[in-house]
Nanobody
C-alpha cells in the first residue's frame, strides 16, 4: 500500500518560512518515481508547485515560485522536502505530496497523492 505522509504545515506570518516533509512508502519498486508537491488554494484548482527526480536530483518548479521555494529529497529516508521562504498570503492552501512515474506534472498524470497538509500565511 502506497503512503505519502505530509507534515510541517501550519500558520505563519507573511515573510516567514515553513518546511514541509513527506515520507513515502510502498512505492512499487519496478518503477522510478519522482516526488513533488501540488497545492490548492480555497476556491482554486490544484496547481503544481515543485518536483524532484529520483536518481538525478533534477528539479522542476512553478516559474512564479522559483527563488522562494526549494525542493529536495533524501532517498535513504524516502522523504521529500519543500522549503518555503518569504511566504505570502497567496501561498495559503493545502499542500499535497505526490509521486509520478513520468514527468508531466499534470494533475491527471499523478500516480499517488498524499492527504495534504494545511499552510496558512497571515498578512
Amino acid at each position: 500500500q502506497v503512503q505519502l505522509v505530509e507534515s510541517g504545515g501550519g500558520l505563519v506570518q507573511a515573510g516567514g518560512s515553513l518546511r514541509l516533509s513527506c515520507a513515502a512508502s510502498g512505492l512499487p519498486p519496478r518503477k522510478r518515481y519522482a516526488l513533488g508537491w501540488f497545492r490548492q488554494a480555497p476556491g482554486k484548482e490544484r496547481e503544481f508547485v515543485a518536483a524532484i527526480m529520483e536518481s538525478s536530483d533534477r528539479t522542476h518548479y512553478q516559474d512564479a515560485l522559483k527563488g522562494r521555494f526549494t525542493v529536495s529529497r533524501d532517498n535513504a529516508k524516502n522523504t521529500v522536502y519543500l522549503q518555503m521562504n518569504r511566504l505570502k498570503p497567496e501561498d495559503t492552501g493545502v499542500y499535497y505530496c505526490v509521486a509520478e512515474s513520468g514527468s508531466s506534472w499534470h494533475v491527471a498524470d499523478i500516480d499517488y497523492w498524499g492527504q495534504g497538509t494545511q499552510v496558512t500565511v497571515s498578512s
